[in-house]
């Protein structure tokens, strides 16, 4: 029986738990094997100098007559799992790279232009942040950094303006922005827009879809979902994709075989570990909001937060992330956070452990006491990412440390 590759007529109607198991159909895998094998080689050998010749003049030509050469430039077990990113994000094309900040850094790297001009939302990750104002002048690229608005992101662009970069929802405090209004600012005055959507995920929110160039994701966090993993991705079209592909060649920073298996592995499970996250955030965003400790909540599914009906209007779910301020200082929030049972003290989000952050000491503590102030860093402002536990039992932690401020 000869291995054949199948897409589905039907694979324009799939959902992205179908999606992220099957990418939009199978494509053969070596032995027959029902997981993607895991090539583990730097390079690939070829068995005479006519093959090298024909594969060098192929490849100038556009055309394929092998798919791989060496590592830095694709693995199958890589190839493989960008195909089923590709589909769940309702792309052309994805590109994987080591981490997330990778995949920020490069993707911004290949599209700025010398002497050129980018607008940050000034809430982005705090190393986008930092990469933004302390390294991209050394290229001489301006950076504005502004409100998260379409009002703010249309005010400040200039004439050398070609980029516009934002996260959407923000963190920690999960501002929603509106993307249709930025995309339509971005079109008028001809500026790429990028967006790391990594709290979002392709099963609450898709940005292409709404006219975004291209998406970034932290993979490490619900893509593979286990808190065992480093990648990075970014997805669009695959002709705008090209480019960037040459930058992650050049630069080498992509992700080893055993990395894209635990990955692929991972979105297996994508769909339903979604559907827990965005519960298990509703309900405990509600519970923390109703709680006579608690200063003040941000989740987007709630009313109070400022984006709600932009994110009512744009997102399926709302993820597992909220971001709360405890009534009381520094004292009480160190207090709270040392007597949770199940939450683990550390960065990161996503995966099947539940993670508590004290955003300014984890985050923030290198920076002086004004500028976190001046940026809502306040001593008792928190962050949880709801793992996969028992939503009851996560009420149940959260409800006695409360007990004990």
Known sequence: MSKKSHKSSNAGNWKPATLAIHGKGRVPKAHYAVSTPIVQTSNYYFDDTAQVYEFMKAKSEGRVVREHEYGRYGNPTQEECERKLAAVEGAERAVLFSTGMAAVILTLMTYMR???????????????RDFALNMLSKFGIKVTLVDPTAEAIEKAILPNTNIIFTESPTNPYLRCLDLPAIVKVAKKHKVMTII????????????????????????????????DLLAGVSLGKHQLLNELYRMQRMIGATPGPLTCFLLERGLKTFGLRMEHHNRAGLEIARMLESHSKIEKVWYPALASHPDHAIAKAQMKGFG??????????????????????????????????????????MSFFDYPEDYRKNIGMEDNLVRLA???????????DLNQALDKI
């Open 196 to 227: 790391d959507a990594t709290l979002a995920t392709p099963y609450n929110i898709m940005p292409l879809d709404m006219g975004v160039d291209i998406v970034i994701h932290s993979a490490t966090k619900y893509l593979g979902g286990h808190n």
């Open 320 to 361: 597992s992330v909220v971001t709360f301020l405890l009534k009381g200082g520094d004292a009480e929030t160190r207090k709270f956070i040392d007597s949770l049972e199940l939450f683990l003290i550390t960065p990161s989000l996503g995966g099947s452990e539940s993670l508590v952050t004290q955003m300014w000491m």
């Open 386 to 396: 709801l793992g996969l536990e028992d939503v009851d039992d996560l009420i149940a």
């Open 114 to 128: 010398p002497d050129g001009h980018i607008i940050f939302t000034n809430d982005c990750y705090r190393q986008t």
